[in-house]
């Protein structure tokens, strides 16, 4: 009878290497799930507690003491500077919607109006502020497929309203302002002016396209054409069926 060398390493079982191979992938797949579980919560809430103590670090610089409750608290009170501050704006837009505070406002944007480079910006910033937070209005609204940017290709593009000069040789009543945002960052792209039978719109709010935008695809949604009654139905008909142009899971 043979004795085995004891210092000789044991001959591993048949199928060992894929068994640790296996539980590597398992673990990683694990991984990567809890990545992608805790990230976007993670991330969210640190951007929320950030905003919220820059705004506490604010008030508490514009509260007297005296009325800060930390004054006499042996700690500090989180969101309080963002009740501060909403409760500041919302007694400034009571103030600027009466008779007087519509008089200040009015001297301020012509003093503004007469400095070179700040009216520029005041301008630009308060239109856009003024046609995001407006609640009549309906822009950003519409999410919309445009050939672009040559035939047979298409693209998301979201309608900010219609145009309001004429375009020579073109009607003014029929063309519509698309913005084609960029990925993965959609504070840029390109403002275009296109037909209104030129486009295609679809059946996705416009959280669901900016996320597939973002994602740069990666987040997958169907792209449907609205229901009948909708503007540019008669165009989504006429046009070859959207299920052509991406394969949908």
């Known amino acids: 009878m043979r004795l085995s060398d004891p ?6 079982p048949a199928g060992a290497p894929e068994q640790r191979s296996g539980k590597l992938v398992g673990l990683r797949g694990y991984l990567l799930a809890g990545i992608i579980v805790t990230a976007p919560i993670g991330i969210t809430l640190w951007l929320v507690w950030q905003v919220v103590d820059y705004m506490d670090r604010t008030a508490a610089a514009l509260l007297p003491a005296r009325y800060n409750p930390e004054t006499y608290l042996p700690f500090s009170v989180p969101g309080l500077g963002l009740i501060v501050i909403l409760a500041l704006l919302t007694l400034i837009g009571w103030f600027t ?10 001297l301020g944007e012509q003093l503004v109006a007469r400095t070179p480079v700040v009216r520029t910006v005041y301008g630009t910033l308060k239109q856009i502020f003024e046609t995001v937070l407006t609640s009549s ?11 672009w940017p040559r035939r047979g290709c298409w693209s ?43 486009l295609v719109p679809i059946a996705m ?24 009654g909708s503007a540019g139905r008669q165009e989504a008909e006429r046009r070859r069926p959207l299920e052509e142009l991406q394969q949908v899971p």
């Open 156 to 198: 998301i593009g979201f309608v900010t309203g219609s145009s309001l000069w004429e375009i020579p040789g073109k009607g003014a009543d029929d063309m519509v302002n698309v913005f084609m945002p960029c990925t993965p960052n959609p504070t840029t792209g390109y403002l275009m002016f296109v037909p209104r039978a030129e």
């Open 205 to 228: 709010t416009v959280e669901e396209g900016m996320r597939m935008v973002v994602s740069g695809g990666i987040v997958n949604m169907p792209l449907r054409p609205l229901e009948a």
């Open 7 to 12: 210092t000789r390493p044991s001959p591993e």
């Open 137 to 147: 209005s309906r822009s950003f609204r519409e999410v919309v497929l445009v050939e």
């Open 97 to 106: 919607a009466g008779f007087l505070g519509r008089t200040l406002m009015r």
